[in-house]
């Protein structure tokens, strides 16, 4: 796998200059991305909400673990709409933490990010990457559907018999897809889901296929499919470098179950090309 190094003829240092003038966390960096230099060079990036403190510890996340010591930022919403209004995004991507210690796991947060976006772009679309709201999934998917993000997503990451080993205790695999299901069921306007799969965890090719055929049995219209890169000695191994041919077959079979879009490759991420993503799952439903 080859990446590309950031380049002054590129956009790259234009949006790294924006996140830090701004005071943002994205994704991007917190997890060590590949892609940085591809995403940010053309001019996108996935912003990380809610600090820079996750309060779970999936073995295969480079992002921070422990517990937070700040409540949400209130400003954080503008300053991100801000700095995607100069970024010129048309499909904005915004993840978060897992901030089990707030009351609402942050539901509200991205409410207002959702609003302050659609007051600063309002012609762009919005896709939020949510945790699982541990306890109060009800009411915060009532929340952030409630201002109507273009796209709800929601990754899996692993397949059934891995999830618990790899995401912990507090982490259930029927629980996600019920959360996707019950998303598109609460929404009252035509909201695209999406999931993402890590692969190289461990699990096999048809474990994978399972997890489609999950995804889609709960009405998923997107998934993403990229191969595991271990971020540090402390974190799970890698077990197989999926084949090429592996990750066409996965897309091949994925477009015969039915979803609207499916992009699977080596350096895939969640929020890889989303706006693409996005566009082939509308052409497809229209
Ligand atoms: S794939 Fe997503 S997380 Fe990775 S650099 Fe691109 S936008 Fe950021």
């Known amino acids: 796998m080859k990446v590309s190094a950031p380049s002054p003829d590129t956009r790259y240092f234009e949006v790294q200059d924006l996140v830090q003038s701004q005071g943002l966390h994205t994704i991007c960096e917190e997890a060590r991305c590949p892609n940085i230099a591809e995403c940010w060079g053309r001019g996108t990036a996935t912003f990380q909400i809610l600090g820079d403190v996750c309060t779970r510890a999936c073995r295969y996340c480079f992002v921070k673990s422990g517990r937070p010591s700040e409540p949400p930022d209130e400003l954080e919403p503008s300053r991100l709409a801000h700095a995607a209004r100069e970024m010129g995004l048309e499909h904005v991507v915004v993840t978060s933490v897992d901030r089990d210690d707030l009351p609402d796991r942050g539901a509200a947060h991205y409410a207002a990010t959702i609003r302050a976006l659609k007051e600063e772009l309002p012609n762009a679309s919005v896709e939020v990457l949510t945790p699982d709201f541990l306890g109060i999934e009800e009411e915060a998917l009532a929340t952030v559907l409630g201002e109507q993000p273009d796209v709800f997503?929601?990754?899996?990451?692993?397949?059934?018999?891995?999830?618990?080993?790899?995401?912990?205790?507090?982490?259930?695999?029927?629980?996600?897809?019920?959360?996707?299901?019950?998303?598109?069921?609460?929404?009252?306007?035509?909201?695209?889901?999406?999931?993402?799969?890590?692969?190289?965890?461990?699990?096999?090719?048809?474990?994978?296929?399972?997890?489609?055929?999950?995804?889609?049995?709960?009405?998923?219209?997107?998934?993403?499919?990229?191969?595991?890169?271990?971020?540090?000695?402390?974190?799970?191994?890698?077990?197989?470098?999926?084949?090429?041919?592996?990750?066409?077959?996965?897309?091949?079979?994925?477009?015969?179950?039915?979803?609207?879009?499916?992009?699977?490759?080596?350096?895939?991420?969640?929020?890889?090309?989303?706006?693409?993503q996005k566009h082939a799952a509308r052409a497809v439903a229209y």
């Open 153 to 276: 997503n929601h990754n899996i990451e692993t397949v059934r018999r891995l999830h618990r080993r790899m995401r912990g205790a507090k982490v259930e695999y029927e629980r996600a897809l019920w959360l996707l299901e019950r998303a598109k069921q609460l929404a009252t306007y035509d909201v695209l889901t999406k999931s993402g799969i890590i692969v190289g965890l461990g699990e096999t090719n048809d474990e994978v296929l399972e997890t489609m055929q999950d995804l889609r049995a709960h009405d998923v219209d997107v998934v993403t499919i990229g191969q595991y890169l271990q971020p540090s000695p402390k974190h799970a191994p890698i077990d197989r470098w999926v084949h090429p041919d592996e990750f066409r077959m996965f897309r091949e079979q994925g477009e015969e179950m039915g979803f609207g879009s499916v992009f699977s490759g080596p350096l895939v991420r969640s929020s890889y090309r989303a706006d693409e």
